[in-house]
T-cell receptor, first 120, second 112 residues
Framework: DTEVTQTPKHLVMGMTNKKSLKCEQHMGHRAMYWYKQKAKKPPELMFVYSYEKLSINESVPSRFSPECPNSSLLNLHLHALQPEDSALYLC???????????????????FGPGTRLTVL | QKEVEQNSGPLSVPEGAIASLNCTYSDRGSQSFFWYRQYSGKSPELIMFIYSNGDKEDGRFTAQLNKASQYVSLLIRDSQPSDSATYLCAVLSNFGNEKLTFGTGTRLTIIP
């Protein structure tokens, strides 16, 4: 299995709703990422998990809450979002040997298909 | 100051010609470099990566890296209409550092 899957593909939610985005990979990768991408802009990093621990939080508002239940799964919990949070949310994964063995890691990141989120 | 710069385009290239995409980066400690292709409404797809100075070829694609000039490029030979997409250059500062810095992307159009 060489892909990253994301559900749902599309999500429409109101500003008072609570929803979750899900990401799964079975490539044995130990680093997983959440990105946000607005139209005609590059992906913006939100969070990085390495070996199931949060290693990078790019000062993301608390209405976005990541969770890594195990090495294959990554969730993004959403609550009280704003219309400007509407975007394509991308999950990615990569091998991350350096954090565990000290060996060099080349860290090619592979992206899932994304969840198109619309906040009304 | 932008850390990774690309010409936003659009870059128009006739079918069958060579498309040349360029990227410069500011962090001299950057170690690994990636080219992603992104079709409209889709997610980025990794097409090439390079770590050492020089050229790396994979099919119709060639990545070129010059660390002294802090410059990385992607050549697409025998361009096809299906190559029309936005190409994102991404840079990783240190081995083991998971944070990729993306350029703004170059929109490439192949004209039949």
């Amino acid at each position: 299995d060489t892909e990253v899957t994301q559900t749902p593909k599309h999500l429409v939610m109101g500003m008072t709703n609570k929803k979750s985005l899900k990401c799964e990979q079975h490539m044995g990768h130990r680093a997983m990422y959440w990105y946000k991408q607005k139209a005609k802009k590059p992906p913006e990093l939100m969070f990085v998990y390495s070996y199931e621990k949060l290693s990078i939080n790019e000062s993301v508002p608390s209405r976005f809450s990541p969770e890594c239940p195990n090495s294959s799964l990554l969730n993004l919990h959403l609550h009280a979002l704003q219309p400007e949070d509407s975007a394509l949310y991308l999950c990615a994964s990569s091998q991350d040997e350096s954090g565990h063995t000290g060996a060099l890691s080349y860290n090619e990141q592979f992206f899932g298909p994304g969840t198109r989120l619309t906040v009304l | 100051q932008k850390e990774v710069e690309q010409n936003s385009g659009p870059l128009s290239v006739p079918e069958g010609a060579i498309a040349s995409l360029n990227c410069t980066y500011s962090d001299r400690g950057s170690q690994s470099f990636f080219w992603y292709r992104q079709y409209s409404g889709k997610s980025p797809e990794l097409i090439m990566f390079i770590y050492s100075n020089g050229d790396k070829e994979d099919g119709r694609f060639t990545a070129q890296l010059n660390k002294a000039s802090q410059y990385v490029s992607l050549l697409i030979r025998d361009s096809q209409p299906s190559d029309s997409a936005t190409y994102l250059c991404a840079v990783l500062s240190n081995f083991g550092n998971e944070k990729l810095t993306f350029g703004t992307g170059t929109r490439l159009t192949i004209i039949p």
